[in-house]
């Protein structure tokens, strides 16, 4: 007796459909989004971005995503993304673009100011600190392990003792 289910319940518009992947170069990656490391499957067509889903082999996920690791494409395609550099100079009211380059040598010589501005050589006890508490870093969300122990590294091999994620928080 046939109950509707199975191959009987395929309708034939069904069976004449291809899976909307089908044909599309698959990487295996890792969700961006945080440091527990859910198994990917982007899927690319002529270099662009199509779909990004869980991956089913992963031990860790084996299959599924949070809803940002779902929405992870966001990162790449979302229009309101920002695709330059913006500066809005002190006390002003208006966006201006800058070039990249110059953006990161304005960021370098204000991190060194404020490194040099904020330098404890020895704390109020006279123990030798060799640190600064004129700057501090908040890493995010989507950083993953590496990056924040490289982050860590750079920070503090520039004394710097605040360096906290997102995460945590």
């Known amino acids: 007796m046939d109950w509707g289910m199975g191959e009987a319940a395929v309708s034939s518009r069904t069976r004449q459909a291809g899976a909307r992947i089908a044909g599309l170069r698959v990487t295996e990656s890792v969700c961006p989004y945080c440091a527990v490391g859910c198994g990917q499957l982007v899927y690319t067509r002529g270099g662009e971005l199509v779909d990004i889903e869980g991956n089913p082999r992963s031990p860790i996920n084996q299959g599924t995503l949070c809803p940002k690791g779902s929405a992870s494409r966001q990162l790449v395609q979302q229009p309101g993304r920002l695709t330059r550099v913006l ?37 109020r006890h006279g123990w030798r600190v060799d640190r600064t508490l004129g700057f501090a870093h908040l890493g995010g969300a989507t950083l993953d392990n590496e990056e924040n122990y490289l982050i860590k590294k750079l920070f503090t091999a520039m004394g ?9 928080i």
């Open 87 to 123: 500066y809005r100079r002190p006390g002003g009211t208006e966006w201006e673009e800058l070039e990249l380059e110059r953006a990161m040598d304005m960021i370098a010589e204000r991190l060194i100011a404020a490194r040099e501005d904020g330098w404890q050589e020895n704390d």
């Open 160 to 168: 710097a003792v605040q360096i906290e994620n997102q995460a945590r």
